[in-house]
């Protein structure tokens, strides 16, 4: 599946409630790997719109897919600065440490854009 969506705050409930339901859909159900998906979508998306575009608007592209029957991976791609570009309002800077945290991380950043890919191990439904 895939998505495109105006980097803006109020698409990001959008997203993480259509990826949850792609898990639902593919994967047995589990609580735990649903919450972490939903948490690091959430966070993934919060951060293109917090940082991507500071000087215009932009969209964020969103892909989920099974490359194996027990691995979900979600994209959340936009075409931004880049996560080394210094910006106005940093945050906290914790949040590609939670997405580590409860996913298996992958991060491409330069001054085209960022990839942030999600994976994530579930037992098929």
Known sequence: MQWRIPARAESIPRIRHAAVEFF???CAHDD???????LAVNEACANAVRH?????PGEIHVEAHMPEDDLVV???EDRGV??????RDPGTGLGMQLMGAV???????DDRGTR???RFHCRTA
């Open 24 to 26: 639902r859909t593919h």
């Open 32 to 38: 735990d790997v649903e919450h972490r998906l939903a």
């Open 52 to 56: 991507a575009y500071p000087n215009a």
């Open 74 to 76: 979600l994209v959340v």
């Open 82 to 87: 880049g996560v080394h570009t210094p910006t």
């Open 103 to 109: 996913s298996e991380l992958r991060l491409r950043s």
């Open 116 to 118: 942030v890919e999600l």
